[in-house]
């Protein structure tokens, strides 16, 4: 199957009460586990690279290309994205764009709001004609992200407002999660959450996931967040299986067993996280 955008699958996420799992490519292990296992459960998947990563990963033409070819190596048939998380630059998401990436995200949150709408309408206009999805962001995620460490600065409602009329896909709203680690327990503010929802009527995108309890992350489901961001959670079961190996006394000289370790310790948190998200097997579902 190819890669295909994403608005349809977070529209048909956002009514039916589901989130899609969005997870970033730390490596080629990343990228051919979480092909296996969406293949396996028939679960639809947005691969996601991170802008800062991209230099490190081979580049946008590297990654695209790459992630075609194992579509169809591993005969994959359940519905595929292909991501930028937080594209820095209107430059660096257009090269995405021309690269075959199939979905993008600016975050222009660190702008002015009527900078970042303006940006945004023209990243728009390029992506829709190339049947590309869009993602953008209002206030502006806390943690560390991209080499920023910075703290929370709520969405409002009337920022909200101004990007939809960009004509967007989806929107990331901070309302309250974090990068990274979490400090103490993690407190969305539903509230907010539910008023842009229903003002706006767009998906909404959790950032900053890993590490939210789960009946936070369910009742933001219930609100109309239809993307869900994974990245932290996912490289410390990768890391802990690799530690666990490692310790082993049989574990040898061999490289392959510490990666099987590695992958097999993404495949259980990404299965853990579709089911949590509701969306396993969705791909099976005549509407996906």
Do not use: C
Request: negative net charge; without cysteine; charged residues 15%.
């Amino acid at each position: 199957m190819s890669l295909i955008a994403a608005q349809t699958l977070v529209q048909e996420a956002q009514q039916q009460h589901y989130a899609i799992g969005h997870f970033n490519i730390n490596g080629l292990d990343w990228i051919t586990t979480y092909l296996q296992v969406a293949q396996s459960t028939q679960t639809p998947l947005i691969l996601a690279t991170s802008d800062r990563l991209i230099t490190d990963l081979g580049g946008f033409q590297y990654l695209s290309h790459t992630v075609r070819f194992l579509l169809q190596e591993l005969h994959i048939t359940v519905p595929i994205v292909l991501h930028l998380d937080h594209g820095l630059t209107k430059d660096h998401v257009l090269q995405a764009i021309d690269a075959g990436y199939t979905s993008v995200m600016f975050d222009g949150s660190q702008l002015p709001i009527a900078e970042n709408v303006a940006l945004t309408q023209e990243i728009v206009h390029y992506a829709h004609a190339r049947n590309v999805s869009v993602e953008a962001e209002v206030g502006a995620v806390g943690g560390n992200e991209d080499g920023i460490i910075n703290g929370i600065q709520y969405a409002s409602v009337q920022d909200a407002l101004k990007m939809k009329a960009t004509g967007i896909d989806m929107l990331a709203a901070a309302l309250g999660s974090v990068h990274g680690d979490y400090v103490g327990k993690p407190d969305l503010n539903f509230a907010r959450m539910q008023q842009i929802a229903q003002q706006t009527g767009l998906p909404l995108v959790l950032h900053g996931a890993s590490g939210i309890p789960p009946e936070q992350i369910q009742t933001a489901i219930k609100m109309g967040t239809a993307k869900i961001n994974i990245n932290t959670e996912v490289n410390y079961a990768w890391l802990n299986a690799v530690r666990h190996k490692i310790t082993t006394p049989d574990v040898g000289h061999e490289p392959m067993p510490v990666l099987q370790a590695g992958r097999q310790g993404i495949k259980s948190l990404v299965t853990q996280k579709f089911t949590e998200f509701h969306v396993l097997g969705k791909a099976a579902d005549k509407g996906v």
